[in-house]
């Protein structure tokens, strides 16, 4: 088995500043330093936030494309650590976001497998329309019932159920 013994560089010595520099210089070494400098410290934060190890790697890979990209604009007198931190809190927070969204697919009422999803566990506490009418037709009916009851009777009806009272 190989094993790889890894040597402090002369450049595990410069700063942030200095190292950047060299990366817009086109030297590779000096990118690699600053992702080995702040790879454990952006990791374990993207890690508290996400908790998940693969979006975690993806999160991490894209706060270090971004320092790429933003080398040329970056001002030398900031902290790189700082700026680093912040850029992986903002992805992170994208990420979760993107998480809480809810897709069109999601809502169908029975997925492929013949599950249902979680918006049919919801029902409108509301009345369908189709429900409203066909209560407002039973209630007529009962309503033209009862009006052809003989009074005597239709006074019980009424104690029993405006009333609430009793049939004994």
Same mark, same amino acid.
């Given at each position: 088995?190989?094993?790889?013994? $890894?040597?402090?560089?002369? +450049? =595990?010595?410069?700063?942030?500043? !200095?190292?950047? +520099?060299?990366?817009?210089?086109? /030297?590779?070494?000096?990118?690699?330093? *600053?992702? $080995? %400098?702040? %790879?454990?410290?952006?990791? &374990?934060? !993207?890690?508290?936030?996400?908790? =998940?190890? /693969? $979006?975690?790697? =993806?999160?991490?890979?894209?706060?270090?494309?971004? *320092?790429?990209?933003?080398?040329?604009?970056?001002?030398?007198?900031?902290?790189?650590?700082?700026?680093?931190?912040?850029?992986?809190? &903002?992805?992170?927070? /994208?990420?979760?976001? %993107?998480?809480?969204?809810?897709?069109?697919?999601?809502?169908?009422?029975? /997925? @492929?497998?013949? +599950?249902?999803?979680?918006?049919?566990?919801? %029902? @409108?506490? &509301? #009345?369908?329309?189709?429900? !409203? #009418?066909?209560?407002?037709?039973?209630? &007529?009916?009962?309503?033209? #019932? !009862?009006?052809? *009851?003989?009074?005597?009777?239709?006074?019980?009806?009424?104690?029993?159920? #405006?009333? $609430?009272?009793?049939?004994?």
């Amino acid at each position: 088995m190989k094993t790889v013994k $890894q040597t402090k560089s002369t +450049e =595990d010595n410069f700063s942030d500043g !200095i190292l950047a +520099e060299k990366s817009l210089a086109n /030297d590779q070494r000096a990118f690699e330093t *600053l992702v $080995q %400098r702040y %790879r454990p410290l952006l990791y &374990n934060c !993207i890690c508290q936030m996400i908790g =998940d190890y /693969d $979006q975690s790697c =993806d999160i991490l890979q894209q706060v270090f494309l971004q *320092l790429y990209v933003s080398l040329p604009t970056l001002k030398r007198d900031t902290s790189l650590r700082g700026w680093l931190l912040q850029v992986a809190r &903002n992805r992170c927070l /994208d990420e979760l976001r %993107r998480k809480r969204t809810i897709h069109f697919s999601a809502m169908e009422s029975v /997925d @492929d497998e013949g +599950e249902t999803s979680w918006l049919a566990s919801f %029902r @409108d506490p &509301n #009345a369908l329309p189709e429900e !409203i #009418a066909e209560q407002h037709d039973l209630q &007529n009916t009962v309503q033209r #019932a !009862i009006e052809g *009851l003989p009074p005597k009777y239709r006074h019980v009806v009424f104690l029993r159920y #405006a009333g $609430q009272r009793s049939f004994t």
